[in-house]
């Protein structure tokens, strides 16, 4: 399974068990009394990914502004991306979950995917080193479709200009677990509703709305 992996992500580790750890989920670790699984690699590889992010779009973008580069990067950088990015590797597959975790979707949760992926970054630089994970980061961004667009504030200047009035966010559904709840928001000035969105939180959540209401709009 791991050398699946490798073959996939095109990168072979002199020390196969850090991926095997990046691949250890809490739970399952528990479920079979296992010291060790991906937390603190999920760690180390969420501040890899933040920096050599920075980098690329830094040098990637000499015009842009520092607002303009900290959206595209939180972009980027965003559960959402990662678990696009997880599924297009098929990291489902090969991570180690619970059985209950498994009961429940546990391998297409946008959550174990995403802390994965920063795992499996932490793990490439724990096994050759900076270089070789920035590398490993800069061909997943190559790959991302990068729209700097702030959706609220677009939305807001295009219902201030036609309506005089600015667009309200309200939820209007939470579903899940505390630890991983998915937000409904629908955006709407007075009575009617312009657009709906889904998030992990609610800011995502606002933003997808607004998306979704800009879209029709305009």
Same mark, same amino acid.
């Given at each position: 399974?791991? @050398? *699946?992996?490798e073959?996939?992500?095109?990168?072979?580790?002199? @020390?196969?068990?850090l991926?095997?750890?990046?691949?250890?989920?809490?739970?399952?670790?528990?479920?079979?009394n296992?010291? *060790?699984f991906n *937390?603190?690699?999920?760690?180390?590889?969420?501040?890899?990914?933040s =920096?050599?992010?920075?980098? #690329?779009?830094y040098?990637?973008?000499?015009? #842009?502004?520092? +607002?303009?580069?900290?959206k595209?990067?939180?972009?980027? !950088?965003?559960r =959402?991306?990662?678990q696009?990015?997880?599924?297009?590797?098929?990291?489902?597959?090969?991570?180690?979950?619970?059985?209950?975790?498994?009961?429940? +979707?546990?391998?297409?949760k946008?959550?174990?995917?995403?802390?994965t992926?920063?795992? !499996?970054i932490?793990?490439i630089f724990?096994?050759?080193? #900076?270089?070789?994970?920035?590398?490993?980061i800069?061909?997943l961004?190559?790959n991302?479709?990068? @729209?700097?667009?702030?959706f609220?504030?677009?939305?807001? *200047?295009?219902?201030?200009?036609?309506?005089?009035?600015i667009?309200?966010?309200?939820v209007?559904?939470?579903? +899940?677990?505390?630890?991983?709840k998915?937000?409904?928001?629908?955006?709407?000035? +007075?009575?009617?509703?312009?657009g !709906?969105?889904?998030?992990?939180?609610?800011k995502?959540?606002?933003q997808?709305?607004?998306?979704?209401?800009?879209?029709?709009?305009?």
């Open positions: 399974m791991l @050398n *699946e992996l073959k996939k992500i095109k990168i072979k580790f002199r @020390n196969p068990k991926l095997d750890i990046a691949l250890t989920h809490k739970s399952f670790a528990i479920e079979n296992l010291n *060790e *937390e603190r690699m999920e760690f180390l590889g969420d501040s890899i990914l =920096t050599a992010t920075a980098v #690329y779009l040098l990637k973008y000499p015009t #842009y502004d520092e +607002g303009k580069l900290s595209i990067k939180s972009s980027l !950088v965003s =959402t991306t990662l696009e990015i997880a599924k297009k590797l098929k990291l489902g597959k090969f991570v180690k979950i619970s059985k209950s975790e498994e009961s429940t +979707g546990g391998r297409e946008e959550s174990i995917l995403a802390n992926m920063e795992a !499996v932490g793990a724990l096994d050759a080193g #900076y270089k070789k994970a920035e590398k490993f800069q061909g961004l190559s991302q479709k990068i @729209n700097p667009s702030d609220k504030s677009e939305l807001q *200047e295009v219902i201030q200009s036609k309506h005089k009035t667009p309200v966010y309200t209007i559904e939470e579903t +899940g677990p505390d630890h991983d998915i937000f409904k928001i629908a955006v709407s000035i +007075g009575k009617k509703q312009l !709906v969105g889904f998030g992990k939180s609610k995502e959540a606002e997808n709305a607004a998306k979704n209401a800009f879209e029709k709009t305009r």
